[in-house]
């Protein structure tokens, strides 16, 4: 038994596969598993206003940029797409890293918020969406709050934010439940046409 389902989880890989889901879902781990054990799996950097927390490397896990230079990468049209995520900071997928992983023949994995994921339908419309999904309400509701590294406003407006994209699971091709972290990411790799050898 596995956690995914709905169209597109027998076909062959696609080009660029999303990871969208809702906050505190937990795509985070996943990438950074993603990162951990599959070096053939080429994971987007996305460029972002936030700042670094601790442990975080510049041009790693992201790309750490002035709200200037991120203006001029959108007005001059590199960015596949970019959205203000939480009603704060802005993150944005670099373009040409993309189309260079693409023509380079590698497995490209972007993990992105919603409104990213709806953009890349219109820009890469070949792109395969999949939705991690917790395996219920009252488990994201914890891991939201078990963070405990946001205000209780910031907690509200994160929950609201993810109970509007829970009622997007349907915009996507495939569902991966996040019931195991290592099982999730098996599944994942296994979409992107890489299978375990761990
Ligand atoms: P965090 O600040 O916790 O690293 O990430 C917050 C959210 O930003 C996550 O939901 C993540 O999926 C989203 N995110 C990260 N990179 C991108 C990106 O390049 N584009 C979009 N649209 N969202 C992103």
């Given amino acids: 038994m596995t956690g995914s389902h709905g169209a597109g989880a027998d076909e062959a890989?696609?080009?660029?596969?999303?990871?969208?889901?809702?906050?505190a879902v937990g795509k985070g781990t996943i990438s950074a598993k993603i990162r951990e054990l599959y070096p053939q799996i080429w994971l987007s950097v996305s460029a972002t206003t936030r700042p670094p927390r601790p442990?975080?490397?510049?041009?790693?896990?992201?790309?750490?940029?002035?709200?200037d230079e991120f203006t001029r990468l959108v007005e001059t049209d590199q960015m596949l797409e970019w959205a203000v995520v939480h009603g704060?900071?802005?993150?944005?997928?670099?373009?040409?890293?993309?189309?260079?992983?693409v023509a380079d023949g590698h497995p490209v994995l972007l993990e992105i918020d919603l409104a990213g994921a709806r953009q890349i339908r219109?820009?890469?419309?070949e792109a395969r969406f999949v939705f991690l999904?917790?395996?219920?309400?009252?488990?994201?509701?914890?891991?939201?709050?078990?963070?405990g590294t946001e205000t209780a406003e910031e907690r509200e407006r994160r929950l609201a934010t993810a109970r509007r994209?829970?009622?997007?699971?349907?915009?996507?091709?495939?569902?991966?439940?996040?019931?195991e972290?290592?099982?999730?990411?098996?599944?994942?790799?296994?979409?992107?046409?890489?299978?375990?050898?761990?």
């Fill in 88 to 101: 704060r900071h802005r993150y944005g997928t670099p373009r040409g890293p993309v189309d260079e992983a």
């Fill in 13 to 23: 890989p696609a080009p660029v596969t999303v990871l969208a889901g809702p906050t």
């Fill in 55 to 67: 442990g975080e490397v510049d041009g790693v896990h992201y790309r750490f940029v002035s709200e």
């Fill in 122 to 125: 219109r820009t890469v419309p």
């Fill in 165 to 179: 994209e829970l009622a997007a699971e349907s915009e996507f091709d495939v569902t991966i439940v996040n019931d």
């Fill in 133 to 147: 999904a917790p395996p219920s309400w009252d488990s994201l509701v914890e891991r939201l709050v078990g963070r």
């Fill in 181 to 198: 972290v290592p099982r999730a990411t098996r599944e994942l790799a296994g979409l992107l046409g890489v299978r375990d050898l761990t």
